[in-house]
């Protein structure tokens, strides 16, 4: 792999911007393909965090884009944009009775527990999940898909609980899908209390299917946050829900970028039945070649997936192997996430040859480490 230019941009970076925790400097990208100054190409799996689900400069989010600018980059006033954008989401989600977009993820999440705490006039916030931008005493973490510890810590502070946000999918260090049972009874203490439940949804909305998860585990939130999938690789949360409770209160300036919000809405017209029926075979059979592998093998590792959403976990020296994995896949050509905390991700664009490579090489990076 050459590094000449490569080792040049990291060092003008370090002086001026410090030092940088990524591996390579992207002069471009295409597809799933990442290619750097020194001509190297690299299959992404990492994908901006999984939010560039059609891969990298699909061409019609790009001509939307395009066509977008050259009418105006930015009016400070709700556009035609805003309003289709939201029409698609509420036929995909109908409950979702009022939306408002914002100009990042972590703002969508914010402003959802803001409205919580307006509508309810309570304070207390209980996290089930991983949410670094939620901060104060007034949070409380609590063990995820644990029914009792969820019923005991509301019975400890049932007057006090504006909200219970919740990720459906829990995807630091492996994928953990949420409980059924879990949900039934958050769905019975919320209720009770009259506690706002927060879906953030902003990994699973639309990966799996053109809709939000919730729906397909028998839930229905009061509010749910989205981004990701929908972001098309650009900054966007947005926040959707009850009208009852989005009215409730003056939400913060709302995004209003024509750009970033044509861009959501060409990414979510493209997706269809057939997108997502190619992409839960291509994973299937990934997934199941993987599990084998590890079971027959024996190897000293946990794969833990759910649709396309997927962690491999290191048994031994989980840190140091996994940064021997990921340098050992880079040479190769492949790019995943440099924290071995983080998901892999495998979208629509991936090819049945690109997986195939990915599975080789994880099985000789496996035999060469238990040699």
């Not at 969820?150 to 502070?157: G, K, P």
């Not at 439940?197 to 509010?223: C, M, N, P, W």
Request: proline share 2%; with cysteine; glycine share 6%.
């Amino acid at each position: 792999m050459r590094l000449k230019n490569t080792q040049t941009s990291f060092h003008q970076a370090d002086k001026i911007l410090g030092t940088l925790s990524q591996s390579i400097i992207p002069k471009y990208a295409q597809r799933t393909k990442l290619f750097d100054f020194d001509d190297n190409v690299f299959t992404d799996y990492y994908l901006a965090g999984g939010a560039l689900f059609l891969g990298h400069a699909n061409k019609n989010v790009v001509v939307a884009v395009k066509k977008a600018a050259q009418r105006g980059i930015n009016f400070e006033m709700t556009t035609r944009e805003e309003i289709s954008l939201a029409q698609d989401i509420q036929r995909c989600v109908p409950w979702l009775e009022r939306l408002c977009f914002f100009a990042s993820e972590s703002e969508a999440i914010q402003s959802a527990v803001e409205l919580a705490r307006s509508y309810t006039q309570k304070e207390v916030v209980l996290a089930l999940g991983h949410f670094p931008e939620l901060t104060g005493s007034a949070i409380v973490n609590i063990p995820f898909n644990d029914e009792k510890i969820l019923e005991e810590t509301v019975l400890q502070n049932q007057s006090r609980v504006a909200c219970v946000v919740v990720q459906p999918v829990l995807t630091e260090n492996g994928i953990v899908l949420v409980d059924k049972k879990f949900l039934e009874t958050l769905d019975r203490v919320t209720k009770k209390q009259g506690i706002v439940v927060i879906f953030d949804e902003r990994k699973t909305g639309f990966r799996f299917y053109k809709g939000v998860l919730q729906s397909q585990l028998g839930f229905i939130a009061d509010i749910t946050c989205l981004g990701g999938v929908l972001s098309a690789g650009f900054p966007l949360g947005i926040c959707g829900g009850k009208k009852e409770i989005l009215e409730h209160a003056h939400l913060r300036m709302s995004l209003k970028s024509p750009i970033i919000l044509k861009a959501s809405l060409a990414t979510l017209r493209l997706l269809n039945g057939g997108f997502y029926k190619s992409l839960d075979e291509k994973c299937r059979h990934f997934c199941e070649k993987l599990e084998l592998f590890i079971q027959t093998e024996k190897v000293e590792a946990e794969f833990s997936h759910y649709g396309s959403l997927m962690h491999i976990s290191l048994l031994q020296n989980k840190e140091n192997d996994y940064n021997q994995m990921f340098l050992y896949l880079l040479e190769k050509g492949i790019y995943f996430s440099k924290a071995g905390s983080e998901p892999f991700y495998i979208t629509g664009v991936h090819s049945k040859r690109e997986l195939e490579d990915l599975l080789n090489h994880l099985k000789q990076f496996f035999k060469r480490r238990d040699a």
